[in-house]
């Protein structure tokens, strides 16, 4: 019965139900699920095939070699009698041993856990003024590749960790491929490339224990950033609220980079890149995060697919900040190359040039989500780089990095990453070279392939290194003047936000320093924070139970940025999570009617019944065992469930002493977990009981009454500000 109500409960395995007995009839393979996608079929030099997608995946009913003979049996080797010794002539053993040895490849020194997904990307022309890149034309559509990730863990790592998340968006162009490596804040820990190995090995695990895992709570990074004061803007950042995002769906991006963009008369503009999530930046509690990485390490993957699976379609409109190509390359006092540095919105408008859709998951996590490879310098025309010292030295890495991890220079020939332009590179040869070149002349000039390859103009719409001029200066190892200001922008931030938003800053710096285990690093760090802000170096130093130093330098004075702020604006609810606990003697037309209106509001409803399978006729997809407050945005109770039968402490931790309770322990702990996490709650009928059992009755965000619609709706409006901070009030101005 569940399997009918996929599309309110996203998340089956396959495109098929099981079967309970082992299928015997040979089929063909079952077709993808129907929000999967796949690379287009093109071949190596970016031609269209026009083949289907599944043309890439297994063919016909039966097992085959890796070159397609038909094997009666893969379960047996090949032996000298039943009880003998393996022959070495079993050639299928070595190949299916040798392939399962080799199935891995080296994870990706940063970033290694990430999630994808297919998309759209719709260019709404108003770039067309300062920039003549096609797919930003109006009403261009562009098919897109995005990866999300972290960049401190490793591939096995938890989706909610504390960290700086990856935005990285492969727009497959008709004049060449763009990659826009984004992250989800927009400065960076360094202003110089050659300092990144640096800023990573002392943000990894330490290397004599390998611990901890996918996090900055230790002493080599603490260490790192508290004596090379240019990564505080981005720790602050870090520390805030937007280090654990609720979902990639809530999430901005930002190019970090400035840009230079090349109009049809070949003028030039200065630019930053934003993607806007349309359902506004929200993030977890930091409770919220530690749990999820017990409960559910894959909670934004999760998240992302079954969004998309439901048909709440993730989007995000990419938009421009634009500033005049000046020679001094500065904005209102910015320097516009310093990567530690942002502008504020309220000084350049962030512009929106395009909307981008997510609509379909990967068919293959190896193939599309492991084996995509972005570069910064995969640019069309009409987008050219600046001296940016960081974006100059990630220009060498990211090829650098693809020949150790995808096995040599032919990366860009695996589907993924195969651009959908023609490709005539007169590059030859090498490891996984697919393409098969005809000619015998792959050289410049040449006459014996009747000149061809040949160069592009102005006309053919070439791309163009802009002619920037270089002022005359000797070689140093130096960085300008007005890179030296690391603590102005970290105070912009920290003054910009609410007084919530602070609360979390504190808590989050007076965690992670607890972590520290030497306390010259833990003093060292407040000396930082006594530079960017009183109250906030005060309050983390009290939690750590140190003096508060005083500054070294002047305050900084910062006009507050509004728009770097999560908190106080209403967004859409698409795609959110409800979780409607019942019991059999809850009035279930009132939950059918309940869950019809929250399917019809764009959300997913998930029903928390005392046992898995029906309750009245109606299916269970959580049961009090397997449910935890983290997987719901907003928690409804139709019903004041006594302890299920398995309500058991030596069977479930979460029962306590459920022998004492009139009401199951575990809807007590759902409903005091999501009501500490400022989550919105509501009940009726039975369910009034729960609140009071629990303690929450008529706090603020907790709704009751007799009408399970009225309860709904207004549980609704709530869930349009993501928290009911309000709940909370915070000790700090």
């Avoid at 939950?591 to 998930?606: F, H, I, K, W, Y």
């Amino acid at each position: 019965m569940a399997d009918a109500l996929s599309p309110d409960a996203p998340g089956a395995p396959g495109s098929a139900p099981p079967t309970v007995d082992e299928p015997t009839t040979p089929h063909d393979p079952l077709p993808p699920k129907k929000e999967q996608g796949a690379p287009q079929t093109r071949t190596p030099t970016g031609a269209e095939t026009d083949a289907p997608a599944t043309a890439m995946g297994q063919q016909g009913a039966y097992l085959t070699t890796a070159n397609g003979a038909r094997l009666r049996d893969t379960d047996h080797s090949l032996k000298a009698g039943p009880r003998g010794p393996v022959l070495l002539q079993d050639h299928h053993l070595r190949e299916k041993i040798t392939h399962f040895d080799h199935e891995r490849i080296p994870e990706r020194v940063v970033h290694a856990r990430g999630a994808g997904a297919h998309g759209v990307f719709t260019g709404y022309g108003t770039a067309e003024a300062v920039t003549r890149a096609d797919f930003l034309k109006k009403g261009r559509e562009t098919p897109v590749f995005v990866r999300f990730s972290t960049v401190l863990g490793s591939r096995g790592s938890a989706d909610t960790v504390r960290d700086t998340r990856g935005f990285a968006t492969k727009f497959y162009t008709t004049e060449g491929t763009f990659d826009l490596v984004a992250n989800n804040i927009p400065v960076f820990f360094i202003q110089d490339a050659i300092k990144f190995p640096d800023v990573i090995h002392a943000g990894k695990p330490h290397p004599d224990r390998e611990i901890p895992q996918a996090q900055s709570a230790h002493d080599t990074f603490w260490d790192f950033v508290s004596l090379h004061t240019e990564a505080q803007h981005h720790t602050m950042w870090n520390m805030s609220d937007r280090g654990i995002p609720r979902s990639y769906r809530t999430m901005e991006g930002f190019g970090v980079h400035t840009f230079r963009l090349v109009d049809a008369t070949g003028a030039t503009t200065l630019v930053k890149f934003h993607w806007k999530p349309k359902l506004g930046v929200h993030s977890l509690t930091w409770e919220e995060a530690q749990l999820l990485g017990g409960v559910d390490p894959d909670f934004h993957r999760r998240d992302l697919y079954d969004a998309i699976e439901a048909g709440a379609y993730p989007e995000w409109e990419l938009g421009i900040q634009v500033f005049p190509d000046t020679p001094e390359e500065t904005f209102a006092g910015i320097d516009l190359l310093d990567p530690t540095k942002i502008v504020p919105e309220e000084l350049a408008p962030v512009q929106a040039v395009g909307r981008l859709t997510l609509n379909r998951t990967p068919r293959n996590f190896f193939a599309e989500t492991e084996q995509v490879a972005f570069h910064v310098g995969h640019l069309p025309p009409g987008i050219d780089v600046t001296n940016d010292p960081l974006l100059q030295g990630r220009l060498f890495s990211y090829v650098d990095t693809q020949l150790t991890r995808l096995g040599g220079p032919n990366f860009t020939q695996i589907p993924i990453n195969r651009p959908h332009a023609p490709v005539n590179d007169m590059l030859r040869d090498g490891f996984h070279q697919h393409a098969v070149h005809a000619g015998v002349a792959p050289y410049r000039p040449n006459s014996l392939d009747g000149g061809n390859p040949f160069p592009a103009g102005d006309t053919e719409n070439a791309f163009v290194d802009v002619p920037v001029t270089v002022a005359e200066a000797p070689k140093v190892r130096a960085a300008p003047a007005s890179f030296d200001d690391h603590y102005s922008q970290a105070r912009l931030f920290w003054q910009s936000m609410s007084p919530v938003e602070r609360e979390h800053i504190i808590r989050a710096y007076t965690f992670e320093l607890g972590k520290c285990y030497h306390q010259a690093i833990r003093e060292r760090q407040l000396r930082c924070l006594a530079n960017i802000d009183p109250v906030l170096c005060r309050e983390v130093a009290t939690g750590l139970g140190l003096p508060a130093p005083e500054p070294t330098v002047p305050l900084a004075d910062v006009t507050p940025s509004p728009a770097l702020s999560q908190v106080g604006r209403e967004w859409p609810v698409d795609g959110r999570t409800v979780g409607i606990v019942v019991a059999p003697d809850a009035d279930l037309r009132d939950v059918d009617q309940v869950r019809r209106a929250v399917t019809s509001a764009g959300m997913v409803p998930l029903l928390i019944g005392p046992h898995g399978g029906e309750v009245d006729g109606l299916p269970v997809q959580r049961t009090f065992a397997t449910a935890r407050s983290v997987e719901f945005d907003a928690v409804l109770l139709a019903a004041a469930p006594p302890p299920a039968p398995d309500a058991l402490p030596a069977r479930d931790a979460k029962a306590g002493a459920a022998d004492t309770a009139a009401v199951d322990p575990r809807v007590l702990l759902l409903v005091d977990e999501a009501w500490r996490h400022a989550k919105a709650l509501g009940a009726w009928g039975g369910g009034v009981g729960v609140l009071h059992a629990a303690g929450v009755s008529g706090t603020p965000g907790v709704v009751t009454g007799a009408d399970a619609s009225d309860v709904f709706t207004a549980v609704r409006q709530l869930m349009a500000a993501h928290r009911v901070w309000e709940r909370f009030p915070a000790s700090v101005g």
